[in-house]
């Protein structure tokens, strides 16, 4: 009796690990091939590149290489000898003009009064030469004005709050106008892109929770979806010389997902957090909808059948399923294995479809 116990003991206590097992894997496998995550996240940041107005050497250097700078900020100063003769070879211009204009002036006012003791014609030209000084005295004003402004220019400081690149200038090199001298990450625009697998989007909506787990970094960032790509590059077709679609002939018959990107707003930043463009990230995205399977349609599918994309301030609602002419929802030929063989994600199923 006592063996009998102890087998049937045996049995359920085989029963219930291999049950506890199975759901683990299941959840592992509903985890891995239908929620949306990805290792492949990246940390992004406006760069803003910094090219003088005017071109000189350059005198004067306040920065230092990879340094936190302020909006309005010297950055550098170019030789200022040129443009300060500038302005004073305009503002000389400017009184000479000033008197030439009131000597026409007094000469109208003359030939005004003497009335018609003066000829017609010597009366409008002397009213032409005032319009003409007015005309030239305005001419040498912007002129004055264009030289202060080149002037002011040669003092170059930061377009944003942020930080320098590797390199800042240094002093006697030359500066060209309109040619970068140096850069600066904005620092009020680090996000997150997430490259999610084409297959994951059922489960993306705007404004839903973030979490982002930075390389390196013990902590967890929260954020939440911005938006989501409204387009992206076909490789299988190019633009003809004579405007007709140029369709690659080649039909892989194992179809791997492409990589949307998703773009993610932060939260909030920890002060003790370091922020570098280009740092890679786990994305996952948190208050999930339910997993949708293979063979089952998703309710979110809009009316024409195809999925929306999101442009940056609109919202979206994704679909797993393509609907047809009819509206019948059908799956799409194709499905996903994982385009990031590195990311160790399990691959969804490939479908095998016949090259046409």
Excluded at 181 to 201: I, Q
């Amino acid at each position: 009796m006592k063996k009998t116990w102890f087998s049937v003991g045996q049995i359920l206590l085989t029963l219930v690990v291999v049950v506890i097992a199975g759901f683990a894997l299941w959840k592992m496998v509903d985890y891995y091939m239908f929620s949306p995550w990805t290792r492949d996240g990246r940390i992004r940041a406006d760069i803003i590149q910094v090219a003088p107005d005017i071109s000189g050497l350059i005198t004067e250097v306040d920065v230092n290489d990879n340094q936190q700078v302020k909006a309005g900020e010297t950055l550098f100063v170019i030789d200022q000898a040129r443009y300060t003769l500038a302005l004073r070879t305009a503002e000389a211009t400017v009184q000479q003009r000033r008197a030439t204009l009131d000597q026409a002036r007094r000469e109208d006012v003359r030939n005004h009064q003497l009335g018609d003791l003066v000829a017609r014609e010597i009366a409008e030209e002397s009213r032409s030469r005032v319009e003409q000084g007015e005309a030239a005295l305005a001419d040498a004003l912007v002129a004055v004005d264009t030289a202060k402004l080149n002037l002011q220019r040669t003092n170059i400081v930061s377009p944003v709050d942020g930080y320098l690149n590797d390199r800042a200038p240094r002093v006697g090199e030359f500066a060209a106008a309109g040619r970068a001298v140096l850069s600066v990450v904005d620092m009020h625009s680090f996000r997150v892109d997430g490259y999610f697998e084409e297959t994951k989007l059922s489960g993306i909506d705007i404004g839903q929770g973030v979490d982002i787990k930075v390389m390196g970094e013990p902590g967890v960032l929260r954020g939440h979806v911005q938006s989501i790509v409204a387009g992206i590059e076909d490789r299988d077709r190019t633009p003809s010389s004579n405007l007709l679609p140029n369709v690659n002939p080649a039909f892989s018959w194992v179809r791997l997902a492409q990589r949307i990107p998703v773009r993610v707003a932060l939260d909030d930043i920890p002060k003790d957090f370091r922020m570098i463009a280009g740092r890679t990230a786990t994305v996952s995205v948190r208050g999930l909808a339910p997993s949708i399977g293979p063979g089952f349609t998703s309710d979110r599918s809009s009316a024409s059948g195809v999925t929306a994309a999101s442009a940056p301030a609109a919202s979206v609602q994704s679909s797993a399923t393509v609907a047809n002419a009819s509206g019948t929802a059908v799956m799409p030929v194709t499905s996903a294995a994982s385009a990031a063989p590195a990311e160790g994600k399990a691959a969804s199923q490939p479908m095998a479809s016949t090259a046409r």
